[in-house]
């Protein structure tokens, strides 16, 4: 929420031992922050300028950062699910369409995990209601799906905010194939392995 609104000056105090879940998206998020207001304020962003290839590879997934003129993301998946399959999608965050093509996006899971899941102590909180759940030859949520390709978008939410992890703005081109949270972690870390890979522009 905070990267696809262009917020990078902020405090964020907790009251329990992680962010809660809302609906599964950033839009809960998102509608508070507007609501509340945001500040432009007197002072040059910092953009981290990615200047060479990184790419991190791991099995059948991998990531990379490009160099580019302006942040882009493009990601692919691919389960073996009827009601997923392959799908893409990119998008370049510009005019507000964070807002409306990423922030309701919803994490997913598979009803044939969550018994697998919560006997392991995982997915306790998870429901209808915090997650798109797929059966085998339907979506479990009574309302369907809130884009067709829900699914992809969600990976891009979540890419979005691992990276914002840089601690700044990215300027790069994203790619991601059928990867999550480990793999975009790795690919920070080896983005700031070498000084040379980036640069700082305001």
Request: glycine content about 6%; proline content about 2%.
């Amino acid at each position: 929420a905070l990267s696809g609104l262009h917020i990078d000056n902020l405090n964020i105090y907790l009251d329990s031992s992680e962010v809660p879940i809302m609906d599964g998206s950033s839009k809960v998020f998102v509608d508070l922050i507007e609501k509340n207001g945001i500040k432009v304020q007197n002072k040059k962003r910092k953009i981290l300028k990615v200047k060479k290839e990184i790419k991190v590879i791991n099995k059948d997934s991998s990531v990379k950062l490009l160099p580019n003129n302006q942040f882009s993301i493009d990601f692919e998946i691919d389960f073996p699910s009827i009601l997923i399959n392959k799908q893409s999608c990119q998008l370049q965050l510009v005019n507000g369409n964070y807002k409306t093509d990423v922030a309701s996006a919803r994490t997913f899971g598979f009803e044939k995990d969550v018994e697998n899941l919560r006997s392991n102590g995982l997915a306790l909180g998870g429901s209808l209601d915090n997650a798109v759940v797929v059966g085998k030859d339907k979506i479990l949520n009574k309302e369907g799906l809130r884009f067709k390709d829900e699914f992809v978008r969600h990976k891009i939410l979540d890419s979005i905010g691992d990276l914002y992890l840089a601690g700044c703005p990215i300027q790069a081109y994203f790619y991601g194939n059928k990867s999550g949270h480990f793999l975009n972690n790795q690919l920070l870390r080896e983005l700031f392995s070498d000084k040379s890979n980036f640069e700082y522009i305001d």
